[in-house]
Structure formats: C-alpha cells, structure tokens
C-alpha cells in the first residue's frame, strides 16, 4: 500500500541531490533533525543525533545557521546528514 511504501522511504531511504531540498526556514540542525523529529523522535535526542553528524561532517559550527547562510557544500553535508 502507498502508506507502506511511503513510510519505508521515509525512514529506510535519504536521499541526496545536486541541489539539496533544505526548509529555508529551519536552522542546518533542524533540516538535519527533521526525519528523526517527523518520525516521533524526542526533540532534544533528535538536535543531539543531528549536531553529531553535523560534527562528524565538520560542520557543526554552521548548526544554527539557516540554508542561505551556508555556502553550497555545508549545504550539501547538511543534506548528507539529514540522510543519515
């Protein structure tokens, strides 16, 4: 059923393009957070899993940064981070 497969995209599956699809509203920590925040993860283990990979990605001092703050390669480990 649509319903199965969608949640198998969305907690099986990230996906990474050349243009990555961040929210321009949300800081890199939250679009990182956000499948783990959609998915009923708690708030503070969810900032603290995407803080983690943003470290992991060197990049976790641009964390409260918003999309147009972030030249295009923090924005893609953004994106590879929200995948993870």
Known sequence: PAAGRERLRRER????????????????WENAALPLLLRG????????TAVEWLDRLDIGACARLR?????HAQ????AI????
Do not use: C, D
């Open 75 to 78: 924005r893609q480990r953004t």
């Open 81 to 84: 981070a929200r995948a993870l």
């Open 13 to 28: 599956f990230g996906w990474i393009g050349p243009e990555p699809g961040l929210v321009p509203e949300l800081t890199a």
């Open 41 to 48: 993860i708690p708030h503070k283990a969810a900032r603290t």
């Open 67 to 71: 999309p147009h703050a972030l030249t």
